[in-house]
């Protein structure tokens, strides 16, 4: 998934209000219990890459504010993904990836393997890209059980 916004010092970058409790910096910036977003990301500025198992919530609150999603088979071109993105208006993006992104045939060991994901070379070549496009704000990777 990349997340695009755009921030008025920062164009293209939704920032986050405090850091993590264990963080020191956090109580010198920001005071204790202060973490919460600075502004809401608009679903408009989302784009879903490769999602393939969706829970109901999930599936109805993307068809309702018609979230960009692009099917695996779209990233075999990263153009697509990189277009996708254009059209948020980003040229700052967050990254985020899960694991179970990755085909389970060529990389089994995710919690909740689902066919038809990407290969590691086409989801290095759709990072790739977007990374020559963009500027990268932050990147994740995780799996969630």
């Known amino acids: 998934m990349v997340r695009?916004?755009?921030?008025?010092?920062?164009?293209?970058?939704?920032?986050?209000?405090?850091l993590p409790r264990n963080d020191p910096a956090r109580a010198a910036r920001r005071g204790p219990g202060r973490a919460r977003a600075r502004t809401a990301l608009q679903p408009s500025r989302l784009v879903r890459a490769a999602v393939r198992a969706v829970d109901p919530g999930e599936r109805a609150y993307v068809d309702r504010h018609a979230v960009a999603e692009l099917?695996?088979?779209?990233?075999?071109?990263?153009?697509d993904l990189v277009d996708a993105t254009a059209a948020?208006?980003?040229d700052h993006v967050h990254i985020h990836i899960d694991r179970d992104v990755l085909d389970p045939?060529?990389?089994s060991p995710v919690g909740t393997p689902e066919p038809g994901g990407l290969t590691p070379q086409t989801l290095l070549a759709a990072v790739t890209?977007?990374?020559?496009?963009y500027t990268v704000a932050s990147l994740t990777i995780t799996e969630y059980e």
């Open 4 to 18: 695009c916004a755009r921030r008025p010092q920062h164009p293209g970058i939704v920032t986050v209000r405090g």
């Open 71 to 79: 099917p695996a088979a779209r990233l075999a071109d990263p153009t």
């Open 88 to 90: 948020t208006g980003a």
């Open 105 to 107: 045939t060529v990389f």
């Open 129 to 133: 890209a977007l990374v020559e496009r």
